[in-house]
């Protein structure tokens, strides 16, 4: 199973493959900010990948939109409530403080 190392914390979290990367960083106790219920409503859940994020799931077209509306998006920029964890261990930026 892959792990997710959180930043700036740096927590280690051991996660199924296909869990989302919200799910991840609720399982591992963070306060992190997120009210849409992970409908990529909200972009609350903007986080960076900056290390295995090539093996998270591609950016689908709902995800894409909203990070169009997101202030600081970049290239390792993803919404946690839509990308999924692949077989890879990855290090997620929490971007939002609760």
Request: hydrophobic letters at 35%; proline letters at 4%.
């Amino acid at each position: 199973m892959p792990i997710v190392t959180l930043k700036p914390s740096g927590k280690t979290i051991e996660v199924a493959d296909g869990s989302t990367i919200l799910e991840a960083i609720i399982g591992s106790g963070e306060k992190f900010a997120h009210k849409c219920g992970g409908e990529a409503k909200c972009g609350d859940c903007h986080i960076y990948v900056p290390e295995g994020r090539k093996t998270l799931t591609k950016i689908q077209r709902l995800e894409h939109e909203k990070l169009d509306t997101v202030v600081g998006v970049a290239t390792p920029s993803r919404l946690a409530c839509q990308a999924r964890v692949g077989t890879e261990n990855i290090t997620v930026e929490i971007l939002s403080f609760v």
